[in-house]
């Protein structure tokens, strides 16, 4: 939570704020942001993305039903058949690493193993960022991408996909 005019203002995405203690109209969430920080140090950013969520879900004479489409991030756990050998961790990090140049079309990709011990059966976290809906589509079809599944889908992997626009 960040405060702001002694209101305080949710940072969970999405979140209809009235359940997370935030302001409960519009007007009052309007109020509370118009001085609030907008330094990405204090993590105003995914205040943003609620008030798009608060707006879209909630809105008003002046705001739009719908705001403009926003990024889309792409989040794939990825369970490899067997023990995870040296070769497949490189493998995984030299081919997500090479998208930039190869592919091109996300504005972040990265790719990294569980660190916690709490994953389960999810070996890697694959995680991308795309401007805009039409980007993430056509990286499904690109090639680079194709051969990547196919690596995947050979060692018999499971993957579970998430998209949300941030």
């Known amino acids: 939570m960040l405060s702001s005019g002694g209101v305080a203002v949710g940072m969970v995405m999405g979140a209809n704020l009235s359940r997370v203690g935030g302001p409960q109209t519009a007007d009052a969430y309007e109020k ?3 001085s609030a920080p907008t330094s990405s140090k204090v993590g ?4 943003v993305g ?5 707006r879209t879900a909630n809105p008003t004479p002046t705001s739009p039903a719908r705001l403009p489409p926003m990024a889309i991030q792409h989040i794939v756990l990825i369970d490899l058949a067997g023990d995870v050998t040296a070769e497949d961790s490189t ?6 690493g090479s998208w930039g140049e190869r592919i091109g079309l996300a504005t972040e990709a990265r790719i990294g193993a569980d660190t916690s ?9 694959l995680y991308t960022v795309f401007p805009t809906q039409a980007d993430l589509e056509a990286y499904a079809i690109h090639p680079v991408h194709l051969e ?13 996909a998430f998209d949300y626009e941030i």
């Open 148 to 160: 990547f599944v196919a690596w995947l889908d050979q060692r018999g992997s499971k993957r579970m």
């Open 44 to 47: 105003w950013r995914g205040g």
């Open 50 to 54: 609620v008030w798009r969520a608060y």
């Open 91 to 96: 493998y995984l990090t030299e081919a997500v």
């Open 117 to 125: 011990g709490r994953a389960g059966e999810w070996d890697f976290l």
């Open 32 to 34: 509370a942001t118009r």
